[in-house]
């Protein structure tokens, strides 16, 4: 196994028990968040970042494992852009999310979507 296998299995673990994280403590979830937007956070959302969260995960887990199928490769990139591009809209338009918050998604996915693009390029 190379290293980015690792990275992807070690980002896939990490979405997948904070996935759970989302499901059995729902308020802590609402912790980032500034507080006109603490009253709006619900357990629906919290279901929804966990479905998110363990989809993610388990499509990052299966990349890793599997890194020449194309399509899940690509899938597994999707999630990253996607993840990454609803961060920073929740931080720098809707203002509702600290930038401590995001810090770790910028440490996670930046280095996982420029190797990525780098591969899906080279096709």
Not at 36 to 49: A, T
Not at 66 to 88: A, E, K, M, P, Q
Request: one cysteine or more.
């Amino acid at each position: 196994m190379d290293y980015f296998q690792a990275w992807l299995l070690f980002i896939g673990i990490f979405r997948v028990l904070s996935s759970f994280t989302a499901l059995l403590y729902p308020g802590y979830m609402s912790i980032g968040y500034s507080g006109k937007n603490k009253q709006n956070f619900s357990g629906l959302i919290s279901r929804i970042i966990f479905l998110w969260l363990f989809t993610t995960g388990s499509i990052t887990i299966a990349c890793s494992m599997d890194l020449s199928n194309r399509t899940v490769y690509f899938l597994c990139w999707l999630t990253f852009i996607t993840g990454l591009g609803h961060f920073l809209t929740e931080y720098f338009y809707f203002k509702s999310n600290q930038l401590k918050n995001i810090l770790i998604q910028l440490f996670l996915a930046v280095p996982s979507i420029l190797i990525m693009s780098s591969t899906i390029l080279s096709w």
